[in-house]
T-cell receptor, first 113, second 106 residues
Framework: KAGVTQTPRYLIKTRGQQVTLSCSPI?????VSWYQQTPGQGLQFLFE???????NKGNFPGRFSGRQFSNSRSEMNVSTLELGDSALYLC????????????FGPGTRLLVL | KNEVEQSPQNLTAQEGEFITINCSYS?????LHWLQQHPGGGIVSLFM???GKKKHGRLIATINIQEKHSSLHITASHPRDSAVYIC????????FGTGTRLQVFP
């Protein structure tokens, strides 16, 4: 089975722009979670989708949003980028709602200038 | 105070040594995860456990729910074990520790 894929792998944006990141889960997995990793805050939960519904959301401003499609692929969007949004964004998939082993993608490294 | 505390933050070892990484948490959980992150950034899930002990190759994870404590042990450590090991507790979402950076020298 192919693993979790994320595109793009690297991205450079400037302040005020918006960005969309994509995550394709392992075939058959219906749960996708997104995480942000920064040197200062470590790994933090952004949100989780299951069967196209957002099940949970972390403590991030409304500039961070996401969605899940019927094929379980997920996208997250960050609008009005700030310097502090520079981070590694990871997605992870599992077959059911997060209550089991998660399989992580390689991440998208976002740099905001 | 963080809900998840890991120790030590950094660990160096000689190849072959037995290694222990500790994780303490302060809230009720449904499960605890141990993750491994290599310098490229990719994360691999090593264990998910809610009680007792699990073993996979040279890795052993234990959890004591009453004491709110988990340990990850690596037997006969090898330079390829060099990575950051992260403990995460499962509630309605994953809450992560700050990680333990392990370096194993030949």
């Amino acid at each position: 089975k192919a693993g979790v894929t994320q595109t793009p792998r690297y991205l450079i944006k400037t302040r005020g722009q918006q960005v969309t990141l994509s995550c394709s889960p392992i075939s058959g997995h219906r749960s996708v979670s997104w995480y942000q990793q920064t040197p200062g805050q470590g790994l933090q939960f952004l949100f989780e989708y299951f069967s196209e519904t957002q099940r949970n959301k972390g403590n991030f401003p409304g500039r961070f949003s996401g969605r899940q499609f019927s094929n379980s692929r997920s996208e997250m969007n960050v609008s009005t980028l700030e310097l502090g949004d520079s981070a590694l964004y990871l997605c992870a998939s599992s077959s059911v709602w997060q209550q089991e082993t998660q399989y992580f993608g390689p991440g998208t490294r976002l740099l905001v200038l | 105070k963080n809900e998840v505390e890991q120790s030590p933050q950094n660990l160096t070892a000689q190849e072959g040594e037995f290694i222990t990484i500790n994780c303490s948490y302060s809230v009720g959980i449904s499960a605890l995860h141990w993750l491994q992150q290599h310098p490229g950034g990719g994360i691999v899930s090593l264990f998910m456990l809610s009680s007792g002990k699990k073993k996979h190759g040279r890795l052993i994870a234990t959890i004591n729910i009453q004491e709110k404590h988990s340990s990850l042990h690596i037997t006969a450590s090898h330079p390829r074990d060099s990575a950051v090991y992260i403990c995460a507790i499962q509630r309605d979402k994953l809450i992560f520790g700050t990680g333990t950076r392990l370096q194993v020298f030949p």
